[in-house]
């Protein structure tokens, strides 16, 4: 099957990312919203990617092969103009759309890209259901709730799956792509050849796993960071520089946490947090002794002090622009 419409529901930092990518590489993307108030917290989102994009071929056009933006263009076929120009057309032709019907009409393949909240997401899942048409497929964005937790939701089990994307797509080009029992290796294949077509390295996944490849390695570094921090252990600026400069490593994980937002971070915790309380005792003794309700009290703060992260101009650290 040949895709050409793609549409992608929620507007938050990776979604943003995803419709530009995909627009980049020539695809028609809307991006569908809640609401008309959503639209004015996405939209500027996407004039910072047109910006970014903009400023990554620019480096890119020094020759520096050390910030090379992979998802962007190949080093041997790099045109500065070309870039530029598909750049000036993803971002004119994305259509932010809050009218569900409209946005999914003729839709190739809708990515689910919303908060990390599993009771939200099958409510999206059960609206859709009956207006999605037979061609479409589906696939969820999530970074820690499995497919099989949502398929039966879809009406269409066996043309849903996983894709995953990291933070900055365009220079972090990686997606995974995990199947669920009922998903058919047709659609897997796919959606691979489309993770391909929009510039990405994709990696299989095997069995479901929470967390994916990425994240399971992610998720206990951050939750790991979090807890030093909410016991008073330390600062977030002390415990970036320790990872910084004790690994070489570019970000520590506190400006990681601004990067994806604190609302991903504190939906990430939630999730965790509910795990002990599933598990026996004995278990529950060898786990990392993480304080998940301390954790929780400490990005809470934050938020309700609108410092949601990197994209509302503060969270841990204070950023020039939002």
Request: net charge negative; with cysteine; charged share 25%.
């Amino acid at each position: 099957m040949e895709y050409k419409k793609i549409v992608v529901a929620g507007g938050g930092v990776l979604g943003s990312q995803i419709a530009f990518q995909a627009a980049y590489t020539g695809y028609d993307v809307v991006i569908w919203l809640r609401s008309e108030e959503s639209k004015t917290r996405t939209q500027p989102k996407l004039d910072t990617l047109k910006q970014t994009y903009i400023d990554t071929i620019n480096v890119m056009a020094n020759g520096d092969m050390d910030n090379w933006a992979r998802g962007i263009a190949d080093a041997d076929n790099f045109s500065v103009v070309e870039c530029v120009r598909k750049v000036e057309e993803a971002y004119e032709k994305i259509v932010l759309e809050v009218d569900l019907n409209k946005a999914l009409e003729g839709a190739d393949l809708v990515i689910e890209s919303m908060a990390e909240n599993l009771d939200q997401k099958i409510d999206f899942y059960k609206k859709i259901a009956p207006i999605l048409d037979e061609k479409t497929v589906l696939v969820t964005n999530s970074s820690t709730l499995l497919p099989s937790k949502l398929a039966k939701h879809t009406g269409r089990a066996n043309k849903f799956l996983s894709l995953h994307f990291a933070n900055s797509i365009w220079k972090n080009n990686i997606a995974e792509v995990m199947t669920q029992s009922e998903t058919e290796e047709k659609y897997f294949n796919e959606i691979m050849e489309f993770a391909k077509s929009i510039r990405m390295i994709p990696l299989p996944v095997k069995h479901e796993k929470s967390g994916y490849l990425l994240n399971s390695l992610l998720v206990p570094f951050l939750l790991s960071a979090m807890d030093l921090v909410a016991n008073n252990i330390s600062d977030p600026e002390s415990v970036d520089r320790a990872w910084t400069l004790g690994t070489g490593a570019p970000k520590g994980p506190f400006r990681i946490i601004d990067t994806v937002g604190l609302e991903t971070a504190k939906n990430i915790v939630e999730q965790y947090q509910k795990v002990p309380s599933l598990i026996n005792p004995l278990l529950k003794r060898m786990m990392l002794p993480y304080n998940y309700k301390a954790m929780l009290e400490m990005l809470n703060k934050y938020i309700s002090e609108g410092k949601m992260g990197k994209s509302s101009g503060e969270g841990f650290y204070k950023y020039d622009e939002k």
